[in-house]
T-cell receptor, first 111, second 113 residues
């Protein structure tokens, strides 16, 4: 019972490099999310997808793009990484009126 | 814009004592969630509160929701070391018509023997 799976778990990038964080869920949830977690700031929503084929900006979308590839998969892309994007990234999924289930997180460092 | 505030941000308490964490939010919502996070780990769902007056209990933790006051509480009874963690509340932004959680900044709880 995998739940929400994120890859990779750790990543170091140089400033200006690009990368894609992958997320997949096996719970048949319609909604998926990407959050970033920084010390003292809780979790901030980057993008979310209410259903397959739709995506919307969250609180901190600048510098990121997303793709809802199908119902299971929701990827987050950094086109040109910046040190300010050093953070822990969490993918989550949910259904209406139920709790969100989180992946194990990706610890990203941009140098 | 929805604001979710937790207090205290840090809490150090002795084993066996009782305490309450507060979660205030700024806009109408009747869907509130509590999560626990251990250091370096992911978030684990604790409670789902879906209506005014909802109360849920699990072991030494009890959560309640007052939608009129826009307030949720997480009460800890007779704390034990295993409860040391960071606790987050999250509120659903109802007006969007779908799940879109906004999180509080978290309460880091340390239980001292």
């Amino acid at each position: 019972n995998a739940g929400v799976t994120q890859t990779p778990k750790f990543q170091v990038l140089k400033t200006g490099q690009s990368m894609t964080l992958q997320c997949a869920q096996d719970m048949n949830h319609n909604s998926m999310y990407w959050y970033r977690q920084d010390p003292g700031m809780g979790l901030r929503l980057i993008y979310y997808s209410a259903s397959e084929g739709t995506t919307d900006k969250g609180e901190v979308p600048n510098g990121y793009n997303v793709s809802r590839l199908n119902k299971r998969e929701f990827s987050l892309r950094l086109e040109s990484a910046a040190p300010s994007q050093t953070s822990v990234y969490f993918c989550a999924s949910s259904e209406l009126n139920t709790e969100a289930f989180f992946g194990q997180g990706t610890r990203l460092t941009v140098v | 814009e929805l604001k979710v505030e937790q207090n205290p941000l840090f809490l150090s308490m002795q084993e066996g004592k009782n305490y309450t964490i507060y979660c205030n939010y700024s806009t109408t919502s009747d869907r509130l969630y509590w999560y626990r996070q251990d250091p370096g780990k992911s978030l684990e769902s604790l409670f789902v509160l879906l209506s005014n007056g909802a109360v849920k209990q699990e072991g030494r933790l009890m959560a309640s929701l007052d939608t009129k006051a826009r307030l949720s509480t997480l009460h800890i009874t007779a704390a034990v070391h295993d409860l040391s963690a960071t606790y987050f509340c999250a509120v659903d932004q109802e007006r969007f018509g779908n799940e879109k959680l906004t999180f509080g900044t978290g309460t880091r709880l340390t239980i001292i023997p």
